[in-house]
């Protein structure tokens, strides 16, 4: 039998112990999100709805389809910076008639929707999932343009965001513009180089210079109206394909330019006869221990968020640090990489190779497990060719041409970060549990090596080493780094697309499974050379 038999006691006080510490995570992140979601505050919110304006999350539920999901990305983007959390804009993958689409809203109620350098980061981002997943992209514009203190940060990148909506229309990837109000400077270029457009009557106001810099530019008086106004680019410019009577009518039509698009998904359907886990997603609160030293067994992740527990192991007997197999969520075939006991030797690297090759050769979406320490260090590994082996693995990672998905679970350290196709290699996706951490190594062992390092150097010079600074420095090394490796802070880097409950973890799964498989889903032709 190739189902999956947990042992996991619910009962147990570890079990219990566990759970609470990532409920209270949970509830720290959700508190993060209301940041987001709060967007410029009370004030702001009630400015906006005064003018009778719908906030950027109605306008995005109004667009979706009913009942359906809206998978959120980077909602934490510019968490411990200067910038509102959230960055201005809320970005995400959602249904319109049937149809997956990249969705970008610029929030009004954030400095008037303004570009901060983090907006630019979030939208290359969002950007380039659109891009790898042939997904089409519907902005919904609001925007003064870039917050300009910043434009110094913001102005030579920020061109990017419009070449690459050019290049996704090249690609017959469509793009959609709907203009609720300003959509100035820079930000006219976002309906100006859009394959769709529609402007909401009376509201949206699209141009190069406003009324001042024009007087200031060339001593023309003029208004908004006659310069920018929706009518205006509807009658005379013909910037705008369609003139909305409102907000609830520019979605409207927005949705009606979607249906008619005639899409359709490149990539193989999944099965529609799949059984849910055996295993309830509640239990996934209590797996990952407290102390990351302490190793868990993936298999009980894995059983419960593969389509009827049902895991065919591959090489179960070799690289037991490395559990490796196939599976299917929701009808998508995957094949899975997950770390057992964290550290990686050389076993493990080239079963991770050869299982890597084998999903390209059957076109297989791949998913990474992270709880990994890194690859092995010592003087009997670094002969028996750990080096070689781990640049084996990352060989494979790196040229694989399946599609990747990775998950934080717990650590992900070291170079065993990039061996499990960390955000550096271009995952399609990549999200972390509350209890994931992040670093170049430990922050007892970063500390530590710090310490060696300095009493090496002292001794050299012939001084003294002072314990009590080399406790304070260790102390200080620890706590930052600590706090580097959270993953609020890697979130609000943008060095993943989100953090994600652990009972939601099939769910998000699914819906990004499907939403690659709008393009084809094919497998490399080739690997670089491998040092065997």
């Not at 050389?346 to 690859?375: R, V």
Request: glycine share 12%; hydrophobic share 40%.
């Amino acid at each position: 039998m190739t189902v999956l038999q947990s042992t996991v006691d619910t009962r147990s006080a570890e079990y219990g112990a566990n759970r609470e510490a990532m409920l209270a995570k949970l509830a720290e992140i959700d508190a993060e999100h209301a940041k987001a979601v709060a967007g410029g505050g009370e004030k702001y919110v009630d400015r906006h709805r005064s003018r009778g304006k719908l906030l950027v999350r109605e306008r995005i539920e109004l667009l979706l389809d009913p009942d359906s999901p809206f998978l959120e990305l980077s909602p934490l983007a510019a968490w411990g910076s200067d910038y509102r959390v959230g960055a201005s804009v809320v970005t995400g993958i959602g249904v319109v008639e049937g149809v997956e689409c990249l969705i970008c809203g610029s929030d009004p109620t954030v400095k008037g929707g303004a570009s901060n350098p983090w907006t630019a980061k979030k939208s290359f981002r969002a950007a380039d999932i659109a891009a790898q997943n042939g997904l089409p992209t519907i902005n919904l514009v609001e925007s003064g343009g870039a917050d300009l203190p910043t434009q110094k940060e913001i102005f030579i990148p920020g061109g990017r965001i419009f070449r690459d909506l050019t290049r996704a229309s090249a690609a017959r990837t469509p793009t959609v513009a709907l203009v609720f109000g300003n959509s100035t400077a820079g930000g006219a270029y976002l309906p100006g180089m859009s394959d769709y457009v529609v402007m909401v009557k009376e509201r949206a106001k699209v141009f190069l210079g406003g009324p001042p810099l024009v007087k200031m530019a060339t001593g023309e008086e003029s208004d908004d109206e006659s310069l920018g106004g929706a009518e205006m680019h509807a009658r005379t410019s013909g910037l705008a394909d369609y003139l909305a009577a409102d907000e609830q009518d520019a979605i409207r039509i927005g949705r009606r330019i979607v249906a008619r698009l005639n899409w359709r998904k490149q990539g193989p359907a999944p099965d529609e006869d799949y059984a849910e886990p055996r295993y309830d997603p509640e239990d996934l609160l209590g797996i990952v221990p407290t102390d990351l030293k302490t190793p868990f067994d993936p298999r009980e992740v894995i059983a419960r968020i593969v389509d009827g527990s049902d895991f065919d192991e591959f090489k179960p007997l070799y690289g037991t640090s490395l559990v490796t197999g196939w599976a299917r969520v929701h009808g998508y075939p995957v094949g899975v990489l997950a770390n057992a006991r964290g550290v990686l030797f050389s076993e493990e690297s080239q079963k991770a190779a050869q299982f890597i090759q084998l999903a390209n050769q059957i076109d297989t979406p791949l998913l990474f497990l992270h709880n990994t320490t890194g690859y092995m260090v010592g003087k009997e590994y670094e002969q028996g060719g750990i080096i070689k082996h781990g640049a084996m693995m990352i060989n494979a990672v790196s040229n694989s041409r399946v599609p990747h998905l990775s998950i934080l679970m717990g650590a992900s350290y070291g170079a065993g970060h990039y061996g499990m196709c960390g955000r550096a290699y271009d995952p399609r996706f990549l999200f972390a549990w509350p209890s994931a951490k992040s670093a170049v190594m430990g922050p007892q062992q970063l500390a530590g090596v710090l310490s060696i390092v300095a009493r090496q150097a002292a001794a050299g010079r012939g001084q003294d080493y002072s314990e009590e600074h080399d406790a304070a420095m260790r102390a200080m090394v620890e706590n930052q780094i600590e706090a580097e490796s959270l993953p609020i802070f890697l979130s609000g880097m943008l060095y993943d697309d989100g953090i994600i409950d652990p009972r939601d973890t099939r769910t998000v799964l699914g819906l990004c499974l499907s939403t690659i498989h709008n393009g084809p889903i094919s497998g490399a032709g080739g690997f670089g050379v491998f040092r065997m």
